[in-house]
């Protein structure tokens, strides 16, 4: 793991913040090569994304209740599939994941590879995120391949695009999900990249739906 993110992992969360010209936590680094479980703490002020966020290693990265990450423009969350990822909020401390400012599409969103049952996504805010070219439709969320997670009481949009982007339809068994919500996602909530059948429903390639099946 990098010599920076130790030192922001080893943080506790009973510190003040003042009088500061820009009141954030500058993780400046992008990879958290985890050899261990590891959490990341909620602070009282957020963490300021310079570079994204990189997961690799075959362990469980916690994400506290409460705890906001800002991202820079063109920035993402990105990860191996053998990490498991916990960001598992609650109603009053919901984890935010959002740009550094609040404009529609500002930063790449989180690119999700997680093969791990146990990973979960619940009371996350997933905002300003998205990005669209002839090559690639990405929403708030892009989730590919072999990807397992529950995905519940989130809010996701603030996106030109998409709020979700699935690979195909063989996801949709692997993704757990409810009373998710979606806010101003400019071309459709849900984008499916490749169709075919599932449930005995046929869908299309680039189908645009109104929420996960």
Known sequence: MSEDWVGLLDLTANNTFESNGYNFIDAHCRDINMEQHTTLKAMPIPYYMERGL???GGFKLTIEPGTQMYFKSDQNVDMEDVVTLIADGTADKPIVFRGMEDETSYWKG???HSTKEA??????QILNCGEDDAYFHGGC???YDDSRLTLTNCTIGKSYYYGITVDGVELFGRINHGNNTFVNCGHGNVWLESGGEW???QYESGQILNDLP
């Open 199 to 201: 449930n005995g429903i």
């Open 119 to 124: 990973s979960v996504m619940n009371y996350c």
């Open 110 to 112: 989180v690119k999700y």
């Open 54 to 56: 990189w997961i690799t």
């Open 141 to 143: 969320i892009c989730i």
